[in-house]
């Protein structure tokens, strides 16, 4: 559980992640998620990542964009990085200093997931970048939406808005970032838990907010 004092009273603010391969639906199960907890009287703040401040929304305009073809892996987690210590400072950690719970959208399991297993930089760099940017902060729970890379790339492609340059990767590379999100989960068992987001809708939402109870108790 995160904790922080502020005026050297505790606060226990939760902090929520949701990950998963495109098309995954992280973005609906999260507004019900929303609504869900609102509905009990907690307080949350809803954002992603990259972006969520200003500054993070232009670098994440700037890595979509074809101006990042070809570029190095190690450039990619580094402006993902540079966002998310952003991210942290001026929305994510005011917001669990407040008792809020933090609901978002891709967090550092991400630049694992893309940057490590899809782009094939070393591990341990951003390991470091992690222990850099937030060595203090880590989620409470993390909800791995699993789905099959042929079901992603046929939900990407009928996406009514125009495809950016991380949805146009090819098949190989979504399934290197599925199998890198599983091992992650086997790596971190007890804050990652996966959900079968081939199942309905319905079933997905039950079953997340099965796991969410025990933070809420």
């Given amino acids: 559980m995160y904790k922080h004092k502020v005026n050297n009273m505790p606060e226990t603010g939760k902090f929520i992640t949701f990950e998963g391969i495109d098309g995954s639906g992280?973005?609906?199960?999260?507004t019900e998620i929303k609504d869900y907890l609102e509905n009990q009287k907690i307080k949350v703040f809803q954002s992603r990542?990259?972006?969520?401040?200003p500054i993070a929304e232009e670098i994440r305009s700037l890595l979509l964009s074809d101006v990042f073809i070809g570029s190095a892996g190690e450039t990619e987690a580094l402006m993902m990085f540079a966002a998310r210590f952003e991210h942290l400072k001026n929305a994510i950690i005011p917001a669990l200093e407040k008792g809020e719970w933090v609901l978002c959208d891709r967090f550092t399991d991400s630049?694992?997931?893309?940057?490590?297993?899809g782009r094939?930089?070393?591990f341990s760099c951003v390991e470091k970048l992690?222990?850099?940017?937030?060595?203090?902060?880590?989620?409470d729970l993390t909800i791995?939406?699993?789905?099959?890379?042929?079901?992603?790339?046929?939900?990407?492609?009928q996406k009514e808005e125009k495809l950016n340059r991380l949805d146009d990767n090819t098949?190989?590379?979504?399934?290197?970032?599925?199998?890198?999100?599983?091992?992650?989960?086997?790596?971190?068992?007890?804050?990652?838990?996966?959900?079968?987001?081939?199942q309905s809708f319905d079933n997905v939402?039950?079953?997340t907010k099965e796991l969410l109870d025990p933070l809420l108790s």
């Fill in 111 to 117: 630049t694992f997931a893309y940057q490590v297993f």
């Fill in 130 to 139: 992690s222990d850099l940017v937030h060595p203090n902060h880590h989620p």
């Fill in 144 to 157: 791995l939406l699993d789905l099959d890379t042929n079901i992603s790339l046929k939900r990407i492609t």
């Fill in 26 to 30: 992280k973005s609906t199960l999260i």
């Fill in 171 to 198: 098949d190989c590379f979504q399934d290197r970032v599925k199998e890198g999100y599983l091992k992650l989960s086997q790596k971190y068992p007890k804050r990652i838990k996966v959900v079968d987001a081939t």
């Fill in 120 to 122: 094939g930089i070393d």
């Fill in 49 to 53: 990542e990259p972006g969520g401040v």
């Fill in 205 to 207: 939402l039950k079953q």
